[in-house]
């Protein structure tokens, strides 16, 4: 059953066009890697599903067009957005951003907060710090937790590794499978490929805004042109 | 000893006027950039709304309540039909934009209820209470107390609530609040409703005091634009106590420096703003953000 189906769409930013008809459908359950140089449009790729660029073509979650596609509706549907550079609010304390993290959700979460706790012990030490002060790594994890908290279907990662140590991006990337296997469905952006393709069950390869290879992760690892252009052996 | 006692409670009371006002526009400005010059017209039409059902026999606190409720629902309004359209285009059409709604609600004032002075009877009587040698007028403490009442209920909602949460986050990062699934053109358009009844609440208060009259605020919006600099343009609670000092200060100053008297009073708030602005621009209370490199 896919969970998210995109077709044939197209994105643009003023007058450059990022995307030229991207194809691609993510299975309930999967996780997806979506690979490509610089400029490739994988970035765009995952703003298009969350609604903050302007797409023509067609995207499906759950069997439906999302109605009225703003960042704020699709969030409400189930789809977390964790853009490159976490993002979180610099001025709020870590709690804060946690329970920003569960706006869509309804009751109670002290039990989805002390969930996300579990994961990360470090930000229950720092819950009362602001976020602005945390290291790039905690962030991350702060913007990972952020989005459990949103208990999503569907979780989006951009870039999740950049610019942390290999200790913590094993942490998060760990953490990451964890939530797959407990029923998220994860598409991530990395520029890692290997880290990514080794996380990942299938994998999409965007070159100019349009997907050049799609496969299972394992079968792409030993693609002779993915290994020379991605993983550079 | 006792005058100056006097002088520092209705120093309070005025201040905690300027205060409201300040929050008003400190909220507006913490959350979009936008220095709304209109906030002082907007509580003299308020405060018109209100006397008008006072005029038609309302109790003044259910006129009160009723009044709070039209600015918030105004202010909510103007920010959808006026200032959303206009709000990803330069910051200064923007502020032009309110110096013309400035311009349009004095006019809008004088049209319907026209331009001469009227009394309007506030909740609070005008009679004095003894407290040791000194006398206090029921109505400045009553303006206080509204004032601490208003702080603390604004307080709770930003600090404890999920809506104040949300008002925060849209504030601080709107693209990210976004993500997160918060409504941040609704949270907005009740930032400008809750700074409309703000401003709803210092036009009441200082309506009875002041004599009601289009140009009500005006000069109460400079202290107000003082009290907001002093204490620091994001800062909610400098605003607050930037609007005591400005009262207390300008009161002592008019009563015991003969030169400034009333005469000058407008002139001190003014050069007040221009000191705070050279040697301290982020206020009392501006919060400098920390950020690790």
Redesign the interface.
């Known amino acids: 059953m896919s969970l998210l189906e995109l077709r044939d769409v197209g994105a643009r930013y003023g007058e450059i066009r990022a995307l030229h008809g991207v194809t691609l459908t993510v299975d309930e359950g999967d996780f997806v890697a979506i690979l490509g140089a610089n400029g490739a449009g994988k970035t765009t790729t995952l703003r298009a599903i ?1 609604g ?1 660029v302007k797409t023509s073509g067609e995207i499906l979650f759950d069997g439906e067009r999302i109605f009225r596609r ?3 509706a699709v ?2 549907r189930g789809i ?2 964790v ?1 490159e550079g976490r ?6 304390s870590v709690l ?1 951003n946690l ?3 569960a ?2 959700q309804r009751g109670e979460s002290a039990r989805d907060l002390a969930h996300v706790f579990e994961f990360f012990p470090r930000l229950y030490e720092r819950r009362d710090q ?1 976020a ?4 790039g790594g905690e962030q991350q994890m702060l913007a990972l937790g ?1 989005a459990m908290m ?1 208990k999503p279907r569907l979780l989006l990662l951009d870039e999740p590794s950049l610019g942390l140590a290999p200790l913590v991006v094993r942490e998060i990337f760990d953490t990451l499978k964890t939530m797959n296997e407990r029923g998220t469905t994860i598409v991530v952006v990395e520029q890692n490929a290997s880290l990514a393709l080794a996380a990942a069950r299938q994998a999409f390869v965007l070159e100019t805004g349009r997907v050049v290879l799609s496969g299972a992760a394992d079968d792409l690892r030993r693609n002779e042109s993915v290994r020379r252009s991605y993983l550079g052996y | 000893m006792a005058n100056f006692a006097q002088q520092v409670v209705s120093g309070l009371a005025s201040g905690g006027i300027y205060g409201l006002l300040a929050l008003a526009i400190v909220l507006i400005h913490r959350a979009t950039g936008v220095i709304n010059f209109a906030q002082g017209e907007m509580a003299t039409l308020s405060a018109f709304v209100c006397w008008t059902l006072l005029d038609h026999g309302w109790a003044f606190w259910p006129a009160f309540g009723a009044t709070l409720a039209l600015s918030f629902v105004g202010g909510a309004a103007l920010h959808t039909t006026v200032i959303r359209p206009i709000q990803n285009g330069p910051l200064i059409g923007i502020v032009i934009l309110t110096i013309g709604l400035l311009i349009a609600i004095n006019g809008l004032d004088t049209w319907i209820w026209g331009g001469a002075s009227k009394q309007f009877k506030g909740p609070f009587s005008t009679s004095p209470i003894r407290v040791g040698g000194v006398a206090f007028s029921k109505q400045d403490i009553g303006v206080i107390v509204v004032a601490i009442a208003c702080v603390l209920v604004l307080a709770f909602l930003f600090e404890r609530t999920k809506l104040g949460l949300g008002l925060r986050a849209a504030a601080v990062n709107p693209a990210e609040a976004r993500f997160v699934g918060v409504p941040v053109g609704a949270m907005l358009a009740v930032g400008w409703g809750l700074a409309a009844a703000l401003g709803a609440v210092a036009g009441v208060m200082a309506a009875p005091s002041l004599f009601l009259d289009p140009n009500m605020m005006q000069t109460v919006l400079l202290y107000a634009f003082a009290a907001a600099v002093l204490g620091g343009m994001d800062s909610p609670l400098g605003a607050v106590i930037g609007g005591l000092v400005v009262g207390v200060a300008l009161n002592l100053l008019g009563t015991y420096v003969h030169w400034i008297g009333g005469e000058l009073r407008l002139a001190t708030a003014l050069a007040l703003i221009l000191v705070v602005l050279l040697a301290k621009p982020s206020g009392l209370f501006g919060r400098t953000l920390v950020r690790r490199a």
């Open positions: 969350s903050t703003t960042p704020e969030a409400r977390a957005h853009p993002g979180t609010f610099t001025t709020l804060e329970r920003l993290g706006w869509t602001q602005g002060t945390l290291s952020r949103a």
